[in-house]
């Protein structure tokens, strides 16, 4: 992931990355659905910000349009802003540091380290997206990618604190530890699909020297490092252009997710979606489909607690944004260059989030 050869690049201090050349003399192409998003957004939020008493009064679903692109812009903006700086900041981090922290792939001891390094990020989904693809490209396994994916999207301090309030601390503690379940289990089905040739492994892995030793490794990176603005300048640069090939199904996704509120109210999750089979199966579509930020998540998901009295589907509705939520799957997808590895985190996810929702409604009826 580098910028095109117009220029030279100064040397990354990075000495696990490789780099590669992005231009081979062809010249780079105009990316439509990132732009083109893009300026739906900024029409959307600044229509919201400068016309909406006008809107309203001429039409509705257009001024409901541009109110959700402002609520959600205005939810994930710190989660995007915060996972751009870490992108830049991991692309200088060389990949032995990664692994040393992550531990061994294939083992439990390597997901569990990975679901508590999503856990310690307090990103929104958008964000922690940003920061996961960025370290399956560091070296992280692509078990070890999907369970830090799963567990982390809503399970930070500050989302956790909201749903304290919101339907109380046991039942969020209960949420909590099926979430780092099913990213147990599916991290751990991952890497057993690893080993035996049924799915890639990553070929950005690095083994550890022998001894390797990671602290005074980063003592010694760091005495001989300078930082300053030109430094930071250019981690903010990087960050910002390998982030481009998440942002673009980001920004389509919030403009998708704006125009189906437009059309379906939030609200009428506590009349339809009740504790049963198929008020489970609904939740996860409708999740699936309206994509929310995970801050604007947390709410709805009360509301179905509360209102619809189907504490599962509120676990439900949480986990599709990790398990089915179309901005992650080709996310996975453009990382990877595989469908198959990207549609692997639905098909082994769905099921288990479907039967432990089932099972929480049971027990709380």
């Known amino acids: 992931m580098s910028s095109c050869c117009s220029s030279p ?6 000495p696990g990355n490789d780099g590669a050349s992005c231009c081979g003399g062809s010249k780079k192409r105009f990316d439509w659905l990132l732009w083109g998003s893009l300026i739906f957004v900024l029409l959307g939020y600044f229509g919201h910000l400068l016309f909406a008493e006008v809107m309203v009064g001429t039409s509705a679903q257009l001024a409901h349009f541009c109110r959700g692109v402002f609520e959600l812009l205005n939810k994930m903006w710190w989660g995007l802003a915060l996972g751009i700086l870490a992108v830049g900041l991991l692309g200088w981090v060389p990949r032995e540091w990664v692994a040393a922290v992550l531990g061994k792939p294939g083992t439990i001891t390597g997901i569990m380290r990975a679901i508590c390094a999503g856990l310690i990020l307090d990103l929104c989904n958008h964000g922690i997206l940003l920061v996961a ?14 369970a830090f994916l799963i567990a982390s999207p809503w399970n930070s301090l500050s989302l956790t604190l909201v749903l304290f309030a919101l339907i109380g601390v046991k039942l969020t503690l209960v949420f909590i530890l099926l979430s780092a379940l099913i990213a147990i289990v599916t991290g751990l089905l991952v890497e ?3 080993k035996a040739g049924r799915l890639p492994a990553n070929p950005n892995a690095a083994e550890l020297p022998e001894g390797f030793q990671l602290w005074p490794e980063m003592k ?8 300053n603005h030109i430094l930071l300048g250019q981690m903010l640069k990087a960050g910002l252009s390998e982030s481009q090939m998440i942002l673009r199904w980001i920004f389509f996704g919030t403009v998708l997710a ?3 509120r437009a059309m379906v109210p939030a609200d009428v999750f506590g009349d339809w979606f009740g504790p049963t089979w198929i008020g489970v199966l609904l939740t996860l579509v409708a999740a699936t489909v309206i994509e929310v930020c995970s801050e604007g998540s947390s709410p709805i998901a009360a509301d179905l607690v509360t209102r619809a009295n189907a504490p599962g589907n509120g676990f439900a ?3 599709a ?3 089915t939520d179309y901005t992650e799957i080709m996310a996975l997808k453009e990382t990877t260059r595989s469908w198959k590895m990207s549609l692997i985190l639905p098909m082994l996810t769905l099921p288990q989030v479907v039967v432990i929702a089932w099972m929480v409604n049971r027990l709380a009826g």
């Open 133 to 146: 693809m960025k370290l399956y490209e560091r070296g992280a396994s692509f078990g070890q990618t999907l």
């Open 321 to 323: 944004g990790a398990a």
């Open 220 to 227: 010694a990176t760091f005495k001989q490092s300078r930082i």
């Open 317 to 319: 509705f949480l986990m």
């Open 192 to 194: 057993m699909m690893v």
């Open 258 to 260: 704006a125009a189906i």
């Open 9 to 14: 690049e100064p040397e990354s201090p990075d």
